[in-house]
């Protein structure tokens, strides 16, 4: 015997003319004929069921009539499976290999009281559950069921009560990996919704402005105006700070205990960091030793000494770690320490042999001087 449908092979055991995949998807069949009969009540028959059967609901338990059967059949079933002596020892009819006590309505021999009990039946439902959630097709069948129908929202919150007081519920609701989803998805939902920022990366413009406009040059990004850009104190660029180095920095203005002595400036770059003579520097740490004085200028000052030096070393021409000299010494002629004409760009080496190897300008020597005066 073959599906009329699908031609696929039918099993002995099947009555219909139709495989179980197909009596899930094309069944219950609605009918608008009259004259035909439901075969549980008698009523006007108008679906066509799994077991080919003519019925008024779309399920055969809805039926008033099959309900009473079904009811009368649960308040029987303490009787349906009887103890009896067993001399000759039969064995369990389900595949347990137990001895059988107890025979039920059907005259088959159990090992217990109910066929739920029974290991073997147990294991032949769970393997049966297997095939058919694996199977792709069984599941679309599945979900073109359960579309229209109507659920209460008491029994939403029956099932959704049962799901969270469930132990691998918990487990899974507790995990890292759920609370990272939740963190990401909620982000993403706001950001859309009201337009907020992600955290960590961005800083907002309205909240953190107000607490360094007075000390920091701050403006909004021409791209993204909610977002803060800062100037960098070494190079002068305006870029995006992030939201840690903000709140370091409002830390440090306000003198909090808890940040460390630095200062903890805006830096557009590590290379900015490690060029810059003021970076996690300490007035005097232990084991200080005073090897010189190093008077930088301001970096707005020092970026048009560069640009107007073609950003060059003017003794040896090389265009890595340059610094500003002061012609005329801060010590002696302290008002013109910000004047252009008194500077000029030197390399670090080069920077270096000029206090060290020309006479009088040396560090010492200029300290003498500003002690004679």
Request: charged share 30%.
């Amino acid at each position: 015997m073959k599906c009329l449908l699908c031609n696929s092979k039918l099993k002995k055991n099947n009555k219909t003319n139709y495989c179980s995949k197909c009596r899930l998807k094309f069944f219950p069949l609605r009918i608008d004929e009259d004259n035909i009969k439901c075969e549980f009540c008698g009523g006007v028959a108008k679906y066509i069921l799994q077991s080919q059967k003519y019925c008024c609901c779309k399920k055969a338990n809805s039926c008033p009539t099959k309900r009473l059967e079904n009811k009368n059949r649960q308040k029987n079933l303490k009787h349906v499976f009887d103890k009896f002596d067993n001399p000759e020892k039969l064995l369990c009819q389900y595949g347990c290999n137990k001895v059988g006590k107890f025979i039920s309505s059907n005259k088959k021999i159990c090992c217990s009281d109910s066929t739920n009990k029974c290991l073997a039946k147990r294991k032949r439902n769970s393997i049966t559950a297997l095939i058919y959630t694996k199977d792709p097709e069984w599941r679309k069948a599945l979900s073109e069921r359960g579309k229209g129908k109507i659920v209460s929202e008491e029994t939403r919150q029956k099932q959704s009560i049962s799901r969270k007081n469930s132990p691998k519920v918990k487990d899974i609701m507790n995990s890292e990996e759920n609370r990272n989803k939740k963190r990401i998805n909620q982000t993403k939902l706001m950001s859309e919704k009201y337009g907020y920022l992600e955290k960590g990366k961005y800083t907002s413009y309205d909240t953190y402005a107000k607490h360094l406009s007075f000390i920091e040059k701050v403006r909004r990004d021409p791209i993204e105006p909610r977002i803060l850009q800062v100037k960098c104190i070494y190079c002068g660029k305006w870029f995006r700070p992030t939201t840690i180095t903000v709140c370091n920095r409002n830390a440090c203005i306000n003198n909090d205990p808890n940040i460390s002595t630095s200062q903890n400036n805006f830096y557009c770059s590590n290379e900015c960091k490690s060029l810059c003579p003021v970076f996690k520097k300490i007035k005097y740490p232990e084991g200080f030793k005073k090897e010189g004085r190093i008077i930088e200028v301001s970096p707005e000052i020092r970026k048009m000494v560069l640009e107007r030096d073609n950003w060059e070393c003017q003794k040896c021409g090389s265009d890595k770690f340059l610094e500003c000299h002061h012609i005329d010494p801060v010590s002696t002629n302290p008002l013109f320490a910000n004047d252009i004409d008194s500077c000029i760009t030197f390399c670090k080496k080069c920077h270096k042999f000029v206090h060290t190897e020309i006479e009088g300008c040396g560090y010492n020597d200029l300290k003498k001087k500003n002690i004679c005066k």
